[in-house]
């Protein structure tokens, strides 16, 4: 294994190591339903009832996912007066980390298909 492959790796695993808690957070098919309604929502964000009404779930349970979500840095909060609005940002977020360790997975797995590639040549 060359320097730039194990340099790859260590990438890799720090990249796993780091969004551990969000792949978790986004393996969930509730959380995935959420998370769906959340981008369909505006950037301003969306209350826990609505979410609950749109989901067809009860408000406990959509308010302990979002809490996960919120614990893994899926999604954001910010508080109104005593009323709390859920949504999805590109900022204070995991999605960025998670971009580019997917991005870092894909490009060495094309690395790979290139050098075996070329040794068949």
Same mark, same amino acid.
């Given at each position: 294994m060359?320097?730039?492959c ?25 959380? *995935? ?5 959340? !981008?369909?929502?505006? +950037?301003?964000?969306?209350r826990? &009832?609505?979410?609950?009404?749109? =989901? ?10 979002? *809490? ?5 840095? !899926?999604?954001?909060? +910010?508080?109104?007066?005593?009323? &709390?609005?859920?949504?999805?940002? =590109? ?31």
């Open positions: 060359d320097k730039e194990q340099k790859r790796i260590a990438h890799i695993t720090s990249g796993f190591h780091t969004c551990k808690t969000a792949f978790t957070a986004i393996g969930d098919e509730t959380r *995935q339903v959420i998370l769906l309604i959340l !981008i369909q929502s505006e +950037r301003s964000g969306i826990v &009832n609505e979410i609950a009404e749109r =989901a067809h779930l009860t408000r406990p349970s959509v308010s302990h996912h979002l *809490q996960i979500l919120k614990v893994a840095g !899926i999604v954001d909060m +910010r508080k109104e007066g005593t009323k &709390n609005y859920y949504y999805i940002s =590109a900022d204070n977020t995991q999605w960025k980390q998670v971009k580019q360790l997917i991005d870092l997975i894909y490009d060495s797995v094309i690395h790979l298909q290139k050098e075996e590639e070329e040794r068949h040549l």
